[in-house]
């Protein structure tokens, strides 16, 4: 992302353990990129200041949280106006049952907290975002070990905007 931005651009990357905020000083650090900063919190609660992000961008996280429109409403908060959101997640067709949902590991492998496509869509244009649509989408079958009670997954990439 630091050097997507270019030499103007700046970017804030945020994760809820200390252990992944020093792996990524470490990457930084490496990489020599002044134009990037670690904060450390929740997808829930981001520690960034309202309307100051043009861009938010996430890569299989948000399936893990058990309060998505809490995430939706939280990335809307912090967008600037025109802001994007670009993320790429786990999705399904279809509801994963009751019973798959509860089990803890099963959700820790970015499985079974993942929801309908057409309920992630739906929560984020209920957030506020406009220009919601799920542009690239690919069958997971292959890296997912389905269950009975489990619908088809995906690796979907979904986009919307702040008006």
Do not use: H
Not at 93 to 115: F, H, K, N, Q, Y
């Amino acid at each position: 992302a630091a050097r997507q931005v270019g030499d103007t651009g700046y970017v804030i990357g945020v994760d809820m353990t200390p252990q992944m905020i020093a792996r990524a000083e470490a990457s930084k650090a490496k990489l020599g990129a002044d134009n990037v900063e670690f904060r450390q919190g929740t997808i829930e609660a981001l520690p960034v200041e309202d309307s100051s992000i043009d861009v938010i961008m996430s890569n299989c996280v948000i399936n893990l949280s058990p309060d998505k429109p809490a995430v939706f409403r939280e990335a809307f908060r912090v967008l600037k106006p025109g802001g994007r959101l670009s993320i790429s997640d786990v999705v399904t067709e279809g509801e994963v049952s009751p019973e798959l949902r509860a089990d803890a590991d099963r959700w820790a492998e970015c499985v079974t907290g993942a929801i309908d496509a057409g309920l992630y869509t739906t929560m984020l244009r209920e957030a506020g975002f406009v220009d919601v649509a799920v542009l690239d989408k690919a069958d997971a079958a292959e890296i997912v070990s389905v269950q009975p009670g489990m619908p088809r997954v995906y690796s979907a990439r979904i986009v919307g905007r702040k008006p």
